[in-house]
């Protein structure tokens, strides 16, 4: 007899009828004689429904209210979830994060958690009913609702598995797993078994939205197997976890897109000591995040800097960095808005020479030209025009034979 934790999704819990489906498979559960804990998102799209609701009133509405807003959805979807069991005659409560003992930091719309207090969670598996927690939200030292931030519910399934000491924690959503890169851009994708947590922490912040990023950095603080699977049948999903025994040759694990970038070349920079210090401290207190950096070599004196940041921070960037161009003595600000991020990732980099000779030959053979690559122990990223994503994710990908369950270099 296992303690259990299962989180639904927004998707899984969409409707009434998706919601009864979902307290038959908790039930099923239960009937093996497991003690189940349950997360629940939002039905559907009820945030984003929310926060246009919101932004209707006033364009930017306040933040604490704004939490307090987005955190009903949970609740709606925990409460009904709860009913289901009901009619289904299986024993359940529902809970808020508060309720549940969620500790957050303060920070109203993308808050921490700090602890988890799930005394009366346990309580109430122990009672034998099946508790129904709302997931994203918590409440600070003050009583405040915060909310975690979007995709927010998978950190209260980890957090609640780690407080619980729970035998396992499975993740249930609209996809079958994690794959080695999106199916809608390379069909030939394969379901992987299993990542390693830095693997996936990589993946998530390149943008892979399978997971909560925090979720998973709670999963590698406190050793919690995550299993993300699909809510829709019961095939065995991919479990994210420490280690997934990379003798069996794996090298690479999955290839991560991201379209939402822009390009910014500070041109004739003058060679000394802080130029550097000032473009990119100017930059950090705009609050903009930099991506992939690269300075040329310095000629006659003087040499280029290339970064990209994301889209959405373009407008910002550039008027911080308009004014800097003349104070440091630099000739021109360039930007391209048409370029795309494709990065490998895998585990097995560190031990295994010729990756990046692997991906930059890939994208030779497929006659894409790469203008900035980044390294980190288990990643390497290369930015290229955005016109080509789709054929260097398909180059890259077939070059280390991803879709076989052995990915080695193709001899
Ligand atoms: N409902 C929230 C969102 O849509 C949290 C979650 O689904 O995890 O972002
Ligand atoms: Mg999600």
Redesign the pocket.
Same mark, same amino acid.
């Given at each position: 007899m296992a303690w259990i934790v299962q989180k639904y999704? #927004?998707t899984s819990v969409g409707s009434a009828e998706k919601i009864i489906n979902v307290a038959r498979r908790i039930v099923r559960t239960v009937s093996k004689g497991h003690s189940v804990a349950v997360v629940v =998102?939002?039905m559907g *799209?009820?945030? *984003?429904a929310l926060t246009a609701l919101a932004k209707q009133i006033m364009p930017q509405p306040d933040e604490r209210e704004l939490a307090r807003l987005?955190a009903t959805?949970?609740q709606v979807s925990s409460a009904l979830l709860t009913m289901a069991l009901h009619a289904l005659g299986q024993a359940a409560v529902s809970f808020t994060g508060a309720e549940a003992g969620v500790l957050t930091d303060g920070v109203p719309l993308n808050a921490r958690i700090c602890d988890f207090k799930a005394d009366a969670v346990r309580q109430a598996l122990e009672a034998g009913k099946v508790a129904v927690v709302a997931?994203?939200q918590g409440v600070d030292r003050c009583g405040e609702i915060n909310?975690?931030?979007?995709? #927010? =519910? *998978?950190?209260?399934a980890v957090a609640l598995a780690a407080a619980l000491g729970a035998d396992s924690c499975e993740i249930y959503t609209d996809v079958d797993g994690i794959y080695t890169i999106d199916p809608r851009l390379v069909p030939a994708a394969r379901k992987l078994t299993a990542i390693t947590y830095d693997e996936m922490l990589e993946l998530a912040s390149l943008g892979a939205k399978v997971l909560?990023p925090r979720a998973v950095e709670c999963g590698k603080e406190h050793g919690v197997v995550i299993h993300v699977r699909s809510s829709f049948h019961d095939e065995e999903g991919t479990l994210v976890k420490e280690d997934v025994g990379l003798e069996k040759g794996t090298v690479i694990n999955g290839i991560a897109c991201d379209e939402n970038q822009v390009k910014f070349a500070v041109l004739g920079v003058p060679d000394r000591p802080g130029v550097a210090a000032k473009i990119f401290s100017a930059v950090a207190q705009a609050g903009i995040n930099v991506d992939l950096i690269v300075q040329s070599i310095s000629r006659a004196g003087e040499n280029d800097i290339l970064f990209t940041v994301a889209e959405d921070d373009f407008e910002k960037a550039r008027s911080v960095l308009q004014p800097l161009i003349e104070e440091i003595g630099a000739s021109t600000l360039r930007y391209q808005h048409n370029v795309a991020k494709i990065s490998v990732v895998g585990a097995g980099m560190i031990h295994h020479t010729g990756v990046a000779a692997g991906m930059f030959q890939a994208l030779a053979d497929a006659g894409i030209n790469i203008e900035i690559i980044s390294t980190s122990e288990i990643k390497i990223s290369c930015l290229i025009a955005a016109e080509h994503l789709q054929e260097a994710a398909q180059a890259i990908h077939s070059y280390f034979n991803l879709q076989e369950s052995c990915a080695c270099p193709q001899e």
């Open positions: 999704g #927004g =998102s939002a *799209d009820t945030t *984003d987005l959805g949970e997931g994203f909310t975690l931030g979007r995709g #927010g =519910s *998978d950190t209260t909560h």
